[in-house]
């Protein structure tokens, strides 16, 4: 049997990953719907599909949470406190409708609540959150605008000679298959974060022992939880995302879901926790900016940019703030 406190990390974890599903997945099918590629319900029952698939298939991502972002012989209630505090920050910027990133705010949490509960910083593991967290949350953006920016580049070269009636009916159809990549490349990604963080509670509470690995239960969890939220919630982001930052249409949506997909794929192989709205939103970026620069919403743009910014020093304020008060219940 679990201790309570292990009981309450799963369930917050779990509601974590709802949220998550509620708020981010929306940036996976967002431009499909705008350029009506999909309807909303035809984009949600996709990406919830092919969220859960995604889930289920690799856990590298999950051992970083586990094995390279803190050193601590932590409690429970401090996995506790940092799931807490990622909730706050998602609940905050949802409802200012303001794409953020879960994996950021969930990172961020978990070094402030150990650096809380430590009293110092010594026990974060810098080097793993500099190479793995700090370098993807800056290069993997700039990689969704540049190779979006080429790729569309090179798509309004290709497709000089047809007609816009032509490339509109190829690429809708198109991009029911880019959606589906973005969505399976987003939960490969973004469902292992919670997956590392029961992992390290089960871990610190000495119910696994042995080599790395994530119990199917929690895999299957995760992956359903993740599911449920894209099913439940996601249009207040659509708006945001699909016509907040640029205009679209079916060839800039494919180029934008594909580039994007590309690099969470990537990053998800070198093992990095990135922001999965990072990417797809400056991939969307890219692609207005290869049409002119003038294209791209620049102030929708900065506000977002901002939010990534202060994600991080923000979510560790508020885990360590979470932490200091929850450790007086436990």
């Not at 879960?102 to 150990?114: N, P, R």
């Not at 790729?151 to 589906?180: C, D, E, G």
């Not at 990072?278 to 743009?301: L, P």
């Amino acid at each position: 049997m679990f201790s309570i406190t292990v009981v309450f990390v799963v369930i917050f974890a779990l509601g974590f990953e709802f949220l998550n599903g509620f708020n981010d997945t929306a940036n996976a099918i967002a431009t499909s719907v705008y350029t009506r590629a999909l309807s909303v319900g035809h984009a949600i029952l996709l990406a919830s599909s092919m969220n859960f698939i995604g889930a289920l298939v690799s856990q590298g991502v999950a051992q970083t949470i586990v094995e390279e972002v803190v050193n601590a012989n932590l409690q429970e209630y401090v996995i506790l406190a940092a799931i807490i505090g990622a909730i706050i920050w998602d609940l905050v910027t949802w409802w200012l409708a303001i794409p953020s990133s879960s994996s950021h705010a969930l990172i961020g949490s978990l070094i402030g609540a150990t650096a809380a509960y430590t009293m110092s910083g010594r026990n974060i593991l810098w080097g793993g959150v500099l190479n793995k967290v700090i370098i993807p949350l800056f290069t993997s953006p700039l990689m969704g605008l540049a190779i979006g920016f080429l790729i569309m580049k090179l798509m309004t070269h290709l497709l000089a000679s047809w007609s816009p009636y032509r490339a509109n009916s190829i690429f809708s159809k198109l991009q029911v298959v880019s959606a589906a990549f973005v969505a399976f490349s987003h939960g490969m990604n973004d469902a292992q974060k919670t997956m590392g963080i029961i992992t390290l509670a089960l871990i610190t509470g000495g119910y696994q022992t042995g080599d790395f690995h994530i119990q199917i239960w929690v895999k299957i969890a995760c992956a359903t939880m993740i599911m449920a939220g894209t099913a439940v919630g996601g249009r207040r982001i659509m708006k945001t995302m699909g016509a907040g930052v640029t205009k679209l249409n079916p060839v800039n949506g494919f180029v934008a879901q594909t580039s994007s997909a590309a690099i969470i794929a990537l990053m998800t192989a070198f093992h990095a926790p990135i922001s999965t709205t990072h990417v797809i939103t400056t991939s969307v970026m890219g692609v207005g900016a290869a049409h002119r620069v003038s294209a791209v919403k620049w102030g929708a743009a900065k506000d977002i940019i901002l939010t990534w910014v202060i994600t991080l020093p923000a979510t560790a304020i508020i885990g360590g703030l979470v932490c200091a008060v929850v450790g007086m219940f436990f």
